[in-house]
């Protein structure tokens, strides 16, 4: 089982900035993709960004410029640094984390991928 453990929302002005946190636990192998989602009151939840064990990352349009992903893989975390910030922007943002995980089985232990969530954690803009 991993667990994620998500921090750092709450409400902000316009232009200003938040940084999340995702902090992923348990039984893990290795991490592949890292990522942040978010959900707008009335939306489906969307791709804000990801990064790849490999280094290479993905920025929504809509964020380009104004959002920075990065992961520190010691300590299996995944950050999202949020400047500027537009009313738009508000939405609960969630992380997602992708890798092998260790399981217990007859022959001993295996390998099992995992697609695991964050709780998610309201980011709010306004004035």
């Known amino acids: 089982q991993v667990q994620l453990v998500e921090s750092g929302g709450g409400l902000v002005q316009p232009g200003g900035s938040l940084r999340l946190s995702c902090a992923a636990s348990?039984?893990?192998?290795?991490?592949?993709?890292m990522g942040w989602y978010r959900r707008s009151p009335g939306k489906q939840r969307e791709l804000v960004a990801a990064a790849t064990s490999g280094g290479t990352t993905d920025y929504a349009d809509y964020v380009k410029g104004r959002f920075t992903i990065s992961r520190d893989n010691a300590k299996n975390t995944v950050y999202l640094q949020m400047n500027s910030l537009k009313p738009e922007d508000t939405a609960v943002y969630y992380c997602?984390?992708?890798?092998?995980?260790?399981?217990?089985?007859?022959?001993?232990?295996?390998?099992?991928?995992?697609?695991?969530w964050g709780q998610g954690t309201q980011v709010t803009v306004s004035s």
């Open positions: 348990g039984s893990i192998f290795s991490i592949n993709a």
């Open positions: 997602n984390v992708e890798g092998l995980a260790t399981a217990q089985a007859m022959a001993g232990i295996t390998l099992v991928s995992f697609n695991s």
